[in-house]
Nanobody, 123 residues
Framework: QVQLVESGGASVQAGGSLRLACAASGYTYSSYCMGWFRQAPGKEREGVAAIDTYGSTTYGDSVKGRFTISRDNTKNTLYLQENSLKPEDTAMYYC?????????????????WGQGTQVTVSS
């Protein structure tokens, strides 16, 4: 059974940093593309960052230069380093897994989803 469990969400002040993690189990982690998505109340889900099986990455425009996605295939874990956080980064953050030929922020490409971890940034 595929399972994705996010952790690391917290309440921080603007300008702060967080490191989110997503522990994967139940499938061959290294064979899947991974992504981070977020959804704020009243807003649509937004692609934040994605990484393919070779380590190539892509980022949403709103987080470029501030967030870094990475994966550790030996630990079956996905990470999202968030720096210079802004109040508009406040959202529930989800990790997802799927097959892809290149890193994509399209949620349709991701088959498995975690339950999410909350990030709240205060001004």
């Amino acid at each position: 059974q595929v399972q994705l469990v996010e952790s690391g969400g917290a309440s921080v002040q603007a300008g702060g940093s967080l490191r989110l993690a997503c522990a994967a189990s139940g499938y061959t982690y290294s064979s899947y593309c991974m992504g981070w998505f977020r959804q704020a109340p009243g807003k649509e889900r937004e692609g934040v960052a994605a990484i393919d099986t070779y380590g190539s990455t892509t980022y949403g425009d709103s987080v470029k230069g501030r967030f870094t996605i990475s994966r550790d295939n030996t630990k079956n874990t996905l990470y999202l380093q968030e720096n210079s956080l802004k109040p508009e980064d406040t959202a529930m953050y989800y990790c997802a897994a799927g097959f892809c030929n290149y890193p994509s922020l399209s949620s349709a490409r991701f088959r498995y989803w975690g339950q999410g971890t909350q990030v709240t940034v205060s001004s």
